[in-house]
């Protein structure tokens, strides 16, 4: 659907540097971009890409200005190129009703307005608020709630007595609910501990595809508002993640982890049980956790460590070569052994 420039631009609250009647067909990156396209520039590098291409106009920031293209002029160009790429590819939209082929529970609730694709199952008692989605080949356990506007992927398993919020999103392949990891050893054999609770998700949360979320073995695994998890992630039970992290590829949290808000875990973060990671706090790329961590902290590194310690002794080891070097050095020097150093 074509746009003018003034039209993108109010809808993205940024203001028009040239014709605010042109019009926009569709939105591309500045190397495929053709006449008629809106491209946007977030650095210099982007915007001198952009200026010699084909586009028509130019999301950038205000301090850009261009004699050959329109510029929609934004605070925050990232932001903006986030609302206008929404505009040209809306998300698809599902009819209200059930399909022929999905079968769901006598008792179950499922809102009018809602739809249920093919070969879906609705278990007994479940509760599916107005417009939610269910693609196709879901599976809602037992006394679950949808609440409005949730959208299932094709494939997503939600076990029983799991409770979901409003606008969550949840892609292809994950599961919600399944038992936690629990065993005790009792005469050489790995008893198994009933995993009796549940999953609580909050409003606005998405959960990327191939996802685990194990339910808590008492009370709730809990997933705060707001929190954006990525793809093949493994949540213990027991686990609860505050308001709007931000959870990377691969990363693992081990059972009755507490997560503050605003906490980001790069990929493939590990993080052992019965810790406790303050708010605001950010944890490097393929780091682990072996103990608290205070809110406001930035840490790597295996064990994990405050960054500043963690970057001293790593700029150490890098020095390690040529101190070894200066030992023997001295020790040839000296005609022996240093002390301690285990040389000849």
Same mark, same amino acid.
């Given at each position: 659907?074509?746009?003018?420039?003034?039209?993108?631009?109010?809808?993205?609250?940024?203001?028009?540097?040239?014709?605010?009647t042109?019009?926009?067909?569709?939105?591309?990156p500045?190397?495929?971009a053709?006449?008629?396209?809106?491209?946007?520039?977030?650095?210099?590098?982007?915007?001198?890409?952009?200026?010699?291409?084909?586009?028509?106009?130019?999301?950038?920031?205000?301090?850009?200005?261009?004699?050959?293209?329109?510029l929609?002029?934004?605070?925050?160009?990232?932001?903006?190129?986030?609302?206008?790429?929404?505009?040209f590819?809306?998300?698809?939209?599902?009819?209200?009703?059930?399909?022929?082929?999905?079968?769901i529970?006598?008792?179950? +609730?499922?809102?009018?307005?809602?739809?249920?694709?093919?070969?879906?199952?609705?278990?007994e008692?479940?509760?599916?608020?107005?417009?939610?989605? &269910?693609?196709?080949?879901?599976?809602?356990?037992?006394?679950?709630?949808?609440?409005?506007e949730?959208? &299932?992927?094709?494939?997503?398993?939600?076990?029983?007595?799991?409770?979901?919020?409003?606008?969550v999103?949840?892609?292809?392949?994950?599961?919600?609910?399944s038992?936690?990891?629990g065993?005790?050893?009792d005469?050489?054999?790995?008893?198994?501990?009933?995993?009796?609770?549940?999953?609580?998700?909050?409003?606005?949360?998405?959960?990327?595809?191939?996802?685990?979320?194990?339910?808590g073995?008492?009370?709730?695994?809990?997933i705060?508002?707001?929190?954006?998890?990525?793809?093949?992630? +493994?949540?213990?039970?027991?686990?609860?993640?505050?308001?709007?992290?931000?959870?990377?590829?691969?990363?693992?949290?081990?059972?009755?982890?507490?997560?503050?808000?605003?906490?980001?875990?790069?990929? +493939?973060?590990?993080?052992?049980?019965?810790?406790?990671?303050?708010?605001?706090?950010?944890i490097?790329?393929?780091?682990?956790?072996?103990?608290?961590?205070?809110?406001?902290g930035?840490?790597?590194?295996i064990?994990?460590?405050p960054?500043?310690?963690?970057?001293?002794?790593?700029?150490?080891?890098?020095?390690?070569?040529?101190i070894?070097?200066r030992?023997?050095?001295l020790?040839?020097? &000296?005609?022996?052994?240093?002390?301690?150093?285990?040389?000849?």
């Amino acid at each position: 659907m074509p746009f003018t420039t003034a039209e993108i631009a109010k809808t993205i609250g940024g203001e028009v540097v040239g014709d605010p009647t042109a019009i926009l067909k569709g939105f591309a990156p500045a190397e495929h971009a053709r006449e008629g396209d809106l491209t946007f520039a977030e650095n210099e590098d982007y915007f001198a890409r952009a200026e010699k291409s084909a586009a028509t106009a130019i999301i950038a920031d205000p301090r850009f200005s261009s004699a050959a293209k329109i510029l929609i002029r934004v605070p925050n160009a990232r932001i903006a190129f986030a609302k206008a790429v929404a505009l040209f590819f809306p998300e698809r939209t599902f009819p209200a009703g059930i399909h022929p082929t999905a079968v769901i529970a006598a008792s179950a +609730q499922v809102d009018a307005s809602a739809h249920v694709g093919p070969h879906c199952v609705v278990g007994e008692r479940v509760k599916i608020g107005a417009r939610a989605v &269910l693609q196709a080949g879901n599976f809602i356990g037992d006394d679950s709630k949808l609440g409005d506007e949730v959208n &299932l992927f094709p494939n997503v398993t939600i076990y029983p007595r799991t409770i979901i919020g409003v606008r969550v999103r949840i892609h292809s392949g994950t599961v919600v609910g399944s038992d936690g990891f629990g065993y005790v050893l009792d005469a050489g054999i790995h008893r198994k501990v009933p995993q009796i609770g549940n999953v609580v998700i909050g409003d606005d949360v998405e959960i990327g595809a191939n996802v685990a979320i194990d339910r808590g073995a008492l009370g709730s695994t809990i997933i705060g508002k707001g929190t954006k998890i990525d793809n093949l992630v +493994q949540i213990a039970h027991n686990v609860e993640i505050g308001d709007g992290s931000i959870v990377v590829a691969q990363v693992g949290i081990s059972g009755s982890t507490r997560l503050g808000q605003y906490v980001v875990l790069a990929g +493939q973060v590990g993080i052992a049980g019965h810790l406790k990671i303050g708010n605001q706090v950010t944890i490097a790329a393929k780091s682990g956790v072996m103990t608290d961590i205070p809110d406001g902290g930035k840490w790597l590194g295996i064990p994990a460590q405050p960054d500043k310690l963690a970057k001293r002794q790593l700029i150490a080891i890098q020095h390690l070569p040529d101190i070894i070097r200066r030992v023997a050095e001295l020790e040839r020097k &000296l005609g022996g052994k240093a002390e301690g150093s285990g040389r000849e």
